[in-house]
């Protein structure tokens, strides 16, 4: 059975950082390009970051470009995304996603989804 557990929300005033982890389990975790969205109260989903399964190719929304990081570590089956700089605007559920095919910002791309975790950035 596929999981996919996000960790790490929480409440942090703007300006500071948090590091998001997903850890995976029930498929080949190297062989997924990985991403991570968000949706904020009233608002679609919305694209953050991808990963391919080889960490060659990432891909950033504009943003959040220069202030999150994504990484991976296949030997851990987890996924990372650190944010730095966070703004109100970042506040929102963040989800963890999996896909068989090649590093995507699309949302209809991902197979599999976690629960979410929540991140709030006061100001």
């Known amino acids: 059975q596929v999981h996919l557990v996000e960790s790490g929300g929480g409440l942090v005033q703007a300006g500071g950082s948090l590091r998001l982890s997903c850890a995976a389990s029930?498929?080949?975790?190297?062989?997924?390009?990985m991403g991570w969205f968000r949706q904020a109260p009233g608002k679609e989903r919305e694209f953050v970051a991808t990963i391919s399964w080889t960490s060659i190719a990432v891909d950033y929304a504009d943003s959040v470009r220069g202030r999150f990081t994504i990484s991976r570590d296949n030997a851990k089956r987890t996924v990372y995304l650190q944010m730095d700089s966070l703004k109100p605007g970042d506040t929102a559920v963040y989800y963890c996603?999996?896909?068989?095919?090649?590093?995507?910002?699309?949302?209809?791309?991902?197979?599999?989804w976690g629960q979410g975790t929540q991140v709030t950035v006061s100001s």
């Open positions: 996603a999996a896909n068989a095919g090649s590093a995507s910002m699309r949302v209809v791309d991902y197979d599999y």
């Open positions: 029930g498929f080949t975790f190297s062989r997924y390009a």
